[in-house]
């Protein structure tokens, strides 16, 4: 199963500093304390409050910055994320994958994935999802997207 994903759009709207905050502590501890297979997208300014959650030592480990202005290039950022699901994906496929010559997927086949997506995670995302069906073979359904 992937992981299921709380998206928290606008934290910075929320009127009150202090109730942001807590909101902040309270997904730090529970991802701390329950370890659960549960990501969290969460959009907002960078508010003085919220980038100071963000700095405490509960956040160092599970916490990954993605600035949204104009020097974010999400392409890079999706060529790193179709990688490391792909090597995921021939894990937990390796009896299927045995005759699969490596790298699978290549680098050009990567690059066409990033090239369709747009700058868009929702494109590599469902894409990812389907490849990864338990029914079906990686390599033939890659081949399908191509």
């Known amino acids: 199963d992937s992981p299921r994903v709380l998206v928290i759009d606008g934290l910075d709207e929320c ?25 969290i997208l969460i959009a907002s300014r960078p508010e003085r409050s919220i980038k100071e959650s963000f700095c405490s030592p509960k956040f160092e480990n599970i916490c990954r910055w993605m600035p949204l202005n104009d020097t ?16 995921e994906i021939w894990r937990r496929h390796s009896d299927l994958m045995i005759h699969v010559p490596c790298p699978w997927p290549t680098s050009q ?36 997207v191509l």
Do not use: W
Not at 15 to 39: E, F, H, V, W
Not at 72 to 87: G, N, T, V
């Open 15 to 39: 009127s009150d500093s202090g109730n942001q905050q807590r909101i902040l502590s309270i997904i730090g501890d529970a991802m701390q304390k329950y370890n659960l297979p549960l990501r």
């Open 109 to 144: 086949q990567i690059e066409h994935l990033v090239e369709k997506a747009s700058g868009q995670f929702i494109y590599p995302s469902t894409v990812l999802k389907y490849i990864d069906d338990s029914g079906a073979m990686p390599v033939d359904r890659l081949s399908i």
């Open 72 to 87: 974010y290039q999400a392409s890079l950022e999706i060529r790193k994320y179709l990688q490391e699901c792909f090597d």
